[in-house]
């Protein structure tokens, strides 16, 4: 059943975030936004006024003082249509559209019912389909309104520094590159790097972790993130919907808007209902020739708490999810994840913190240790991979200089490959891509390359011309909570799967280490990739989990693509579902709400249709008095609605399986 009382406020709402102040500047939104408020609340109030009607003409129905005055009946047919107005509205409006509705299925029985005489049942049935309306309507507003919060929490006024003054500004007002000062308590209004000053700030917005996040010179801070301690001056980077936090908004609002697959299959059974309700009906008119029972049978079969226990479901768990710092592009993500039967994972930056540190470095033929990382780091010198920025920190470190060169030619999954400007070559990367440039790989590399005892350690090959240099050690920790989550997932019959472009021998300490079902190395984007596409050939529903960086084509690629976020939005863009941290038992967290939403949903469906076929029979039987009926009808309806609502109020349960 629609919410008729908070129409206005789902059409319109929608479009006042503050994040698009921010960008337009429109200094009037604002305003706008508390009329919206204050329309709805009178509308509500009317719908209220209705309500008490109704009940004081029950109530004046039961005592019957009011009889001596005039006919009982008069009064009782004048409160129903008057407090029964909405219905009767909503009906004939979707009488014109020829479409279905319980609102039109009411009306019927209501008219039916004063008909044959019956006022005062008409008038117990008005009164309930009301009640249950403003309280329907209550519930999902709420529910948006806890997305709403998300997103009122971004400030409107900014401290900013101008001409050596400090001013207060609209943070529309600002622009990039100017200097903006939070004080601790107040919230961080744009993305920027700190430039001066000390502090803790709380990324809960962001990230769903409460523990403060230090930040100092040359930090990023988020805006949406309240400062705690310190006062900072920040170099505006971001602003409005440009920010992280911004993206995460857009993206919620876009999850809220999108219909999951389940909801159309809701909207239909309720359609379905509808018909399946009048069919009973008319059924039981010809074979009992009571009036009674087919008015009880038309109210109570349309009963159904699906239509908006569904939708209310999906929003309940996207918004839920959302304050854990896990963000869901659509319902359609949440239903998905309920299928997966298979995790692939990425390695380096997923299992692993992904900031290696060199353990080793074992020079051959001759060349020694400094010269082997500094041909390394020559290569690496704009090398994004965590791997190269190792070794060119070490370099760095070691002071050694790093001269210029003429290409550089970067092979993800292999390494690099760079000609120096005097026609040398230096290859930098796995032993395939050595061997592939005909390079003759020496008998003690095997000993470089021996990681198999030691998970997390990685080895690069060095090769210089047509020599082999030396080989580079380094280890990549694995992350602390991996073990365990991988634990919880195997446990619940996931399949885990390890994929990884590293050595084969390196994947399967890794993989042993961790637990994981099967572990996969040396392999190619692309071989990743056709991995996937196997594995949903045989039949399984992947969910691919991965940095985002290197793994869109995988991520894309896969039933569900989950990044690890970091706090970066590369990762919203390309990812299906994103975990702001890179805490990986949120991948536990939110598997489990998607389970716990589809349980919700599929309880409300099992529900109506025994609700529904219990209530036709007995109706049938003339054993269910019209009264009884819209009891039942509203209370069975409110009931799988409040069950929806309750996956809001679902506490994290972190790092238990929350399956
Ligand atoms: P993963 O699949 O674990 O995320 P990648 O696909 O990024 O790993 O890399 C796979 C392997 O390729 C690495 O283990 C390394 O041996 C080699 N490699 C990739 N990029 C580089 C680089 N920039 N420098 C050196 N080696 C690299
Ligand atoms: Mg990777």
């Not at 409005?240 to 909801?263: H, L, M, W």
């Not at 042993?512 to 990739?529: D, F």
Request: proline letters at 3%.
């Amino acid at each position: 059943m629609k919410p008729t009382s908070t129409k206005s406020h789902a059409e319109e709402g929608n479009s006042h975030f503050p994040g698009c102040e921010c960008q337009n500047g429109d200094g009037h939104e604002q305003y706008d936004h508390e009329d919206d408020y204050s329309h709805e609340h009178s509308a509500e109030a009317v719908e209220y006024v209705r309500l008490g009607l109704l009940a004081m003409v029950i109530i004046s129905s039961l005592t019957g003082w009011w009889k001596h005055f005039m006919s009982h009946d008069w009064l009782a047919l004048a409160a129903t249509v008057v407090g029964g107005w909405p219905i009767f509205e909503e009906a004939w409006e979707n009488l014109r559209k020829r479409r279905m509705t319980m609102e039109l299925s009411m009306t019927i029985a209501l008219i039916a019912a004063l008909c044959i005489g019956q006022f005062f049942t008409a008038l117990v049935i008005a009164f309930f389909v009301l009640f249950a309306e403003l309280l329907e309507g209550y519930t999902v507003g709420e529910g948006r309104r806890a997305i709403e919060k998300l997103i009122e929490s971004l400030p409107r006024q900014v401290t900013v520094r101008r001409a050596g003054e400090e001013q207060q500004v609209a943070v529309s007002d600002v622009s990039l590159g100017e200097t903006i000062i939070i004080r601790p308590g107040e919230r961080v209004p744009a993305d920027g790097t700190v430039v001066k000053g000390h502090s803790f700030v709380d990324q809960a917005s962001i990230t769903g972790e409460s523990l403060p996040v230090e930040k100092a010179e040359g930090t990023k801070v988020f805006a949406g993130t309240i400062n705690k301690e310190g006062v900072l001056q920040v170099s505006v980077e971001k602003i409005g919907r440009d920010t992280t936090f911004g993206k995460i908004i857009g993206i919620v609002e876009q999850a809220e808007k999108s219909k999951a697959p389940v909801q159309r299959i809701a909207d239909r059974f309720a359609a379905a209902l509808v018909y399946f309700a009048f069919g009973a009906a008319t059924l039981t008119f010809i074979v009992t020739r009571n009036v009674t029972s087919t008015i009880a049978v038309i109210i109570v079969a349309g009963a159904c708490g699906v239509a908006a226990g569904t939708p209310l479901a999906i929003l309940a768990g996207i918004g839920n999810a959302a304050r854990r710092g896990i963000v869901i592009k659509g319902g359609i993500y949440l239903e998905l994840l309920n299928g997966i039967d298979t995790i692939v994972l990425d390695k380096t930056g997923t299992l692993t913190l992904g900031v290696p540190r060199i353990t080793n470095i074992t020079p051959l033929n001759g060349a020694d240790e400094d010269g082997v990382l500094q041909m390394a780091a020559i290569a690496e010198q704009h090398s994004e991979h965590p791997l190269g920025e190792a070794i060119v920190q070490k370099a760095r470190e070691r002071g050694l200089p790093l001269r210029e060169y003429k290409s550089i030619h970067y092979m993800p999954g292999k390494g690099v490959h760079c000609s120096g400007g005097d026609g040398s070559e230096i290859l930098v990367g796995t032993r395939g891509l050595l061997e592939e440039y005909g390079l003759e790989i020496p008998k003690e590399v095997e000993q470089v390359l021996v990681t198999k005892d030691r998970p997390g350690h990685t080895a690069v090959l060095v090769g210089r011309n047509r020599n082999v240099l030396g080989g580079i050690v380094l280890a990549d920790e694995l992350r602390t909570e991996a073990k365990e989550t991988i634990a919880a997932l195997n446990r619940h019959g996931y399949r885990t799967i390890l994929l990884t472009g590293d050595a084969p021998e390196t994947a399967q300490a890794a993989g042993q280490e961790l637990g994981v079902n099967e572990s996969i190395g040396g392999l190619l984007p692309e071989q990743k990739v056709d991995k996937i596409r196997e594995l949903l050939r045989a039949g399984r529903k992947v969910a691919m989990v991965g940095d985002g960086v290197n793994d869109a084509p995988a991520l894309a690629e896969a039933t569900v693509g989950i990044a690890m976020g970091q706090g970066t939005d590369v990762a919203l863009e390309i990812a299906d579902v994103t975990l702001m941290t890179s805490d990986l038992s949120r991948l536990l967290e939110v598997l489990g709400i998607s389970k716990r939403c589809y349980r919700v949903i599929m309880f409300n469906f099992c529900g109506t249709i025994v609700v529904d076929t219990i209530g036709i029979a007995f109706a049938f039987f003339g054993m269910l008095a019209p009264i009884i009926a819209a009891l039942i009808h509203v209370g069975s309806e409110l009931a799988f609605i409040m069950n929806s609502a309750r996956l809001f109020r679902q506490q994290a349960a972190h790092k238990s399986p929350a399956v």
